[in-house]
């Protein structure tokens, strides 16, 4: 497998990078600390306020377990009112977890170079690269493309912008409770959406196509740019994140389009961490993935670095 040596070898000025990031991001910065924003089971530990022996690695079922148990134990409330109070304290305790100045100290910045990178579609719930990158101050949410307008009250479309680049939450995030996408009955939403964000991208009247490269969804911003995924392993769970992935791909199924006009989609993974590595040939590695995560993260900072314009 040949290495990315270049970030021109990637993106162009005329279609830069989306960078899709997971909670990875978070433990490189911690270097390896198990906290609420790098373990989904240490989250739902402390939004549920008690320990679980049972563990199935996916957090989507776990959390519903979670829920009805918890629902099961009482006789007042109905599920989706002990779902309210879950993700209240979810919000509350990444809140509180993220303002500590171990998450800015080693936060690899360098990602959001605006003269390489366009869009950020983030998987997590917190804000940390936002707050960073606006010296502490949460930014609004950017306006919405009028064509979008049916989408308000959904992730869709819901964004803030930083020195011109995008960051998206397809999952939510902790400035709305009602954003986060924990429970299964959210994630159908989510894909509800992906298909009907599908067809609004692929109709003849699309008059929110992206302009200038911009992208007015986070479908958009996945499925027009050269995508990046770092800290992610892209898990069954993430149906969404596939789906969007997935139509791409169909998108530029053709032969020469496949060969001439798709843009690329690269992924830092290391098989000392995350076992065999196990994507579709269209998703590369971006490093060799017999080299560890520390390894892959000096070479991707080095990148970034020297070869920061286009």
């Not at 270049?6 to 990078?17: A, C, F, G, M, Q």
């Not at 080693?106 to 170079?113: A, G, I, K, R, V």
């Amino acid at each position: 497998m040949k290495e990315i040596g270049r970030i021109s070898d990637i993106v162009s000025e005329s279609n830069k990078l989306t960078i899709l990031i997971g909670s990875g991001v978070n433990i490189h910065a911690t270097h390896g600390k198990t906290t609420v924003l790098t373990s989904w089971p240490k989250l739902l530990d402390t939004a549920f306020g008690r320990k679980s022996k049972v563990s199935s690695e996916n957090y989507i079922l776990d959390f519903e377990r979670r829920l009805v148990d918890k629902t099961s134990n009482q006789n007042e409330n109905a599920a989706n009112d002990i779902q309210n109070v879950i993700l209240k304290k979810v919000c509350e305790s990444i809140e509180k977890e993220q303002i500590k100045t171990t998450y800015s100290k080693d936060y690899p910045t360098y990602l959001f170079n605006k003269e390489i990178v366009s869009n950020v579609v983030s998987l997590n719930f917190d804000l940390i690269p936002e707050r960073i990158m606006s010296s502490g101050i949460i930014p609004k949410l950017g306006k919405k493309h009028d064509s979008l307008s049916k989408y308000k009250s959904s992730n869709v479309c819901r964004y803030r912008e930083i020195n011109g680049i995008r960051y998206w939450h397809p999952h939510g995030d902790i400035e709305s409770k009602q954003s986060l996408v924990l429970g299964m009955r959210q994630y159908i939403e989510n894909v509800k959406h992906l298909e009907d964000m599908r067809r609004f991208h692929k109709s003849k009247n699309h008059s929110a196509k992206v302009e200038n490269g911009i992208a007015n969804s986070w479908y958009e911003a996945l499925v027009n740019h050269p995508v990046l995924i770092l800290g992610a392993s892209l898990s069954d769970n993430e149906l969404d994140i596939w789906g969007a992935l997935i139509n791409r791909e169909r998108n530029f199924a053709k032969g020469i389009n496949r060969s001439e006009h798709r843009p690329p989609v690269y992924i830092m993974w290391s098989e000392c961490k995350s076992d065999k590595f196990n994507k579709p040939d269209w998703i590369k590695p971006i490093f060799q993935v017999d080299q560890s995560y520390y390894e892959q993260w000096q070479k991707l900072k080095q990148l970034f670095e020297v070869h920061g314009t286009l």
